[in-house]
């Protein structure tokens, strides 16, 4: 297995860039040709992103990676109205930028070669004090029972030791992942391979929705991007880049898990695979990875503590006290843990008999206690058990 690990945690950058900063790299990405790479090499060599939006094409064209006739259209691009119509489409389902420049982009994925000059989110990501563990869990979607089974054990395990669970909200391994994490309590993060606001397939929205809830959606793609084909190898690189490593449950001989596994290997992170039936067309390419010394065989979860060199139950802690809470805000609470999902503001208030000027104040102040979480539209759900 490989030598060089993923450093397991540590401090973000401290600096935040400005709204004028983050509308002209959404201006830059906009352009076509210009990927995260090329947006990086634009901002590294002109010293910012609204610096290259404003530079002259013959400037332009001396970044390296950026042609002649991609500078042309850099130079003459007119993006104003479409940046905003992504911040706007932002703001209306709740997502926010999270940039490379940015104190909470996450610690693992800013040790990549090719990190995305930014990224859209929903939900929210662990903070930068915290160690980063998390292990991207992978594998076919034409999943067996077994691999179900699987998929459901270990990552159940994983969450118990402290592991936030990594996927890409596809078909089979990918949903199983995320449905066990959230199963046992734990944080889970998807990956999209189209604009945030399109999640894909359909019929994961629901999912979608309950991962934000503890855990974050993410994409590198435009607001509105259609999930088209060459975007879902690109965003694999992410998976991986946000894990200490890939765990990859089933594989067939070709397919995205191995993209992932190979992504993984690139970034000096660890593979794990898990063996299966040598007459299971879907176990294929985990004994290949296996075959090959790429990636370490897994049938328990200490199997992967060990190679990661974490003790077991080290994540560990005793309960953190329920915090003190004020009559009105035991209202409030009453109130969201008798409701069956998330409650709008306006009859958040009606159950409560309070003021909505009130009744938000008293929000805030739990959201900063880690008790109340708000979602877009204005619907809060409680995050924590009180003494009410």
């Known amino acids: 297995?490989?030598?060089?690990?993923?450093?397991?945690?540590?401090?973000?950058?401290?600096?935040?860039?400005?709204?004028?900063?983050?509308?002209?790299?959404?201006?830059?990405?906009?352009?076509?040709?210009?990927?995260?790479?090329?947006?990086?090499?634009?901002m590294s060599r002109?010293?910012?992103?609204?610096?290259?939006?404003?530079?002259?094409?013959?400037?332009?064209?001396?970044?390296?990676?950026?042609?002649?006739?991609?500078?042309?259209?850099?130079?003459?691009?007119?993006?104003?109205?479409?940046?905003?119509?992504?911040?706007?489409?932002?703001?209306?389902?709740?997502?926010?930028?999270?940039?490379?420049?940015?104190?909470?982009?996450?610690?693992?994925?800013?040790?990549?070669?090719?990190?995305?000059?930014?990224?859209?989110?929903?939900?929210?990501l662990p903070v930068a004090e915290e160690p980063a563990r998390a292990l991207a869990v992978v594998g076919t979607r034409r999943m067996s029972p077994y691999g179900l089974r699987v998929t459901g054990e270990l990552t159940e395990a994983l969450v118990r030791e402290g592991f936030s669970i990594v996927s890409g909200l596809a078909y089979g391994v990918d949903a199983a992942a995320h449905q066990a994490a959230l199963d046992a309590g734990g944080r889970t993060i998807a990956v999209l391979g189209s604009g945030i606001d399109r999640v894909y397939p359909a019929r994961h929205r629901r999912l979608a929705e309950d991962l934000i809830a503890t855990g974050a959606l993410l994409s590198e793609y435009p607001m509105g991007a259609p999930p088209d084909g060459p975007h879902f190898p690109r965003r694999n690189r992410i998976v991986s880049g946000l894990a200490l490593g890939a765990l990859i449950v089933e594989a067939h001989e070709e397919g995205g898990a191995l993209i992932t596994a190979r992504l993984a290997l690139e970034q000096n992170r660890e593979v794990f695979a898990v063996p299966g039936s040598v007459h299971n067309p879907s176990s294929a390419g985990v004994h290949r990875l296996i075959q090959k010394g790429e990636a370490k065989l897994v049938q328990r979860v200490e199997d992967i503590l060990e190679e990661l060199e974490i003790a077991p139950g080290a994540a560990s802690a005793p309960a953190k006290p329920a915090p003190a809470l004020d009559p009105e805000e035991k209202v409030l609470c009453r109130a969201l843990a008798a409701s069956a999902g998330p409650l709008h503001i306006n009859t958040l208030c009606l159950t409560a008999k309070m003021d909505p000027a009130a009744a938000l104040a008293h929000l805030l102040d739990l959201e900063l206690k880690g008790v109340v979480k708000q979602m877009a539209g204005k619907k809060f759900f409680l995050i924590a058990s009180v003494d009410s």
């Open 46 to 124: 002109m010293g910012s992103a609204q610096a290259a939006l404003g530079a002259s094409a013959a400037a332009i064209a001396s970044v390296p990676g950026v042609g002649r006739d991609l500078a042309t259209q850099i130079a003459a691009a007119d993006c104003g109205e479409s940046v905003e119509k992504q911040f706007a489409r932002a703001e209306e389902i709740g997502a926010e930028m999270v940039a490379l420049g940015d104190a909470n982009y996450p610690f693992l994925l800013r040790q990549i070669d090719d990190p995305p000059a930014f990224l859209w989110m929903r939900g929210r």
């Open 1 to 42: 297995m490989m030598e060089n690990k993923a450093k397991k945690g540590g401090r973000a950058a401290p600096d935040t860039l400005d709204g004028a900063e983050r509308r002209a790299m959404v201006a830059l990405a906009l352009v076509p040709g210009v990927g995260s790479g090329r947006l990086r090499a634009l």
